[in-house]
């Protein structure tokens, strides 16, 4: 369920660099945000459903995709909170549906709580929360060994990996969504790159927030693959005993990477949920 001709690329200037992102569709504004080491192209088969109804975007954080890789910009999820803020004020949206998957979430719990009045309804896929993150093979890049290993390391072949340990359909795990995920990060910049973007990562962003979620009074809807190693469905049923208004859905036979391997699924619970009162 692909409808390419829908989806414009575009960008747009932000105090921390170029971002770029898709946007399809009218109506009232839904954001969606990815997570690691993904990109916009998380969110395609996702974006053809819900821009029947509304006015969709789906950025790539800064340090990730086409967008802007600084060597000097704060790429934790408490800047990239931030960063969609910044996003937002220009594309011209004052306020929006959040969509986030793996950090993702938790720029859109960290954003929630900064800035209430821009939230609407909250969609968190497999999301960060608390200290359920950063998992292991994200973690040990920290390791000063990596500045050497990232010279020459294959990057495709990691995401690939990872892609095959975080779905249950791997027969999805196409060359083409491999070079998705990887080509942003290929080269030696682009690994060093995503070396940043990883390192960047501290649990202590959503733990700053742990007693602050409470007071989020929005609508939220948490979706979790059953099958999902990286972020266990825990975390998802304890976000919904701290959210005043939240309700779980855990997905049969999906991993970590919903969006890939249930997107049909994802998009319609999604949709329902953005069209109810």
Known sequence: MEVRSMVANLTVETRAGTMAYRQAGAGDPVVLIHGIPTNSGLWRNIMAVLAEDFAVYAPDMIGYGASDKPKDQDLSVAAQADYLADFMDAVGIEAAHLVGHDIGGGVVQIFTVRNPDRARKLVLIDSIAYDSWPEPGIARLKEPVWDEIMQRL????GF???LEQGMVHTEKITDDL????ADPFRDLEGRL???RAARALDNRDTL?????IEAIDKPVLILWGENDIFQKVEYGQRLANALADARLVVIEEAGHFLPEDQPEVVAQHIREF???E
């Open 154 to 157: 294959d990057i495709a072949k």
């Open 160 to 162: 690939r990996k990872g």
């Open 178 to 181: 491999v070079n998705q995920y």
């Open 193 to 195: 790159a995503y070396l």
């Open 208 to 212: 700053d927030i742990a007693d602050k």
């Open 274 to 276: 953005l069209q109810s």
